[in-house]
């Protein structure tokens, strides 16, 4: 890198993001709090996209980036609606009780 | 570039600094019992990730990422939890069950396993990064890519949030249905 920490150090501390997603995803029965590890997963490899464009001098990472945020953006539009129609028809927010598709 | 062209000693620290603001505020998103707290703290994550993002010379990236994300997005998340309310929910309470000790033995496996792939290759290729020019992240420059070699990504990512967008309006739409 420039003269500070080398790549290795941004994937440890991506790896290290996207395990605590993981963990909040697997763990936790809240759907928003699922969504927000959700979050936390797509950052982990967002850091480790741009740390690798950073590396190779290359764009492209940044760009993947981009539209990984993107795509974050409408999942949490989708989610959220979703959370919404939940919490509507009076249904528990828990994601193992809300194990059918049925309306 | 700015924060880059400052001595090593002082690159080192403030990334230490935001390192350790976004592991704490990680740990933090997955163990607070208030939903509301959780989303502050990922305020946090972001915002440090976005410190990271600029020692990396990615600046359009950066303010993108505190504007779209920090901004926007994290309002819409504290918007709907204020309209659902405060659910607390104890994530370690009652005891360790078997799916809380499962899923903490995966995601120690998946952590494992990426530091070992990296510790691999650390000595090789990683060890080495290219000189990037000045231009390197900023928003001329990813505006130029995005309109020449990377169009169709932007073209579908427009798309991507539209559709999005719509599916939003459905899933929230006051539709009243007969009881099937």
């Known amino acids: 890198m420039l003269q500070g920490p080398g790549i290795v150090w941004y994937l440890g501390l991506a790896a290290f993001l996207f395990a605590t997603g993981a963990l909040g995803v697997l763990i936790r029965r809240n759907p928003l709090i699922v969504l927000l590890s959700l ?10 996209l741009i740390a690798f464009a950073r590396h190779a001098g290359n ?10 945020m993107a795509v974050a953006a409408s999942e949490v539009c989708v989610g959220l609606g979703l959370v919404v129609a939940i919490n509507r028809k009076r249904l528990d927010l828990d994601v193992d009780k809300l194990s059918e598709l049925r309306g | 570039m700015i924060i880059g062209s400052a001595g090593p000693v002082l690159v080192w ?11 704490a505020s990680a740990v933090a998103v997955v163990s607070f019992s208030n939903p509301f707290y959780s989303a502050l703290s990922l305020i946090g994550n972001l915002g440090s990730l976005a410190i990271l993002y600029l020692l990396l010379s990615a600046e359009f990236v950066a303010a993108a990422q505190v504007l779209v ?16 309310g405060p659910r607390m929910e104890t994530p370690w309470a009652g005891g360790p069950g078997w799916q809380s000790i499962g899923a903490t033995l995966a995601a120690g496996a998946l952590f494992l396993e990426i ?4 510790g691999l290759k650390a000595g090789g290729r990683l060890k080495h990064s290219e000189h990037v020019h000045r231009t390197f992240g900023t928003p001329g420059w990813i505006g130029r890519l995005f309109l020449t070699d990377h169009l169709l990504a932007f073209e579908i990512t427009s798309i991507v949030l539209l559709v999005a967008a719509v599916g939003g309006v459905i899933l929230g739409s006051h539709t009243k249905r007969s009881p099937a």
């Open chain 2, 69 to 84: 994300y920090a901004g926007a997005v994290m309002v819409m998340f504290l918007f709907v939890i204020a309209y659902v």
């Open chain 2, 115 to 118: 530091i070992v792939a990296l």
């Open chain 2, 13 to 23: 620290i403030v990334w230490v600094l935001a390192g350790f603001a976004c592991l």
């Open chain 1, 39 to 48: 979050e936390i997963m797509l950052n982990g490899g967002n850091l480790a």
């Open chain 1, 59 to 68: 764009g492209a990472g940044q760009i993947f980036a981009l539209a990984v």
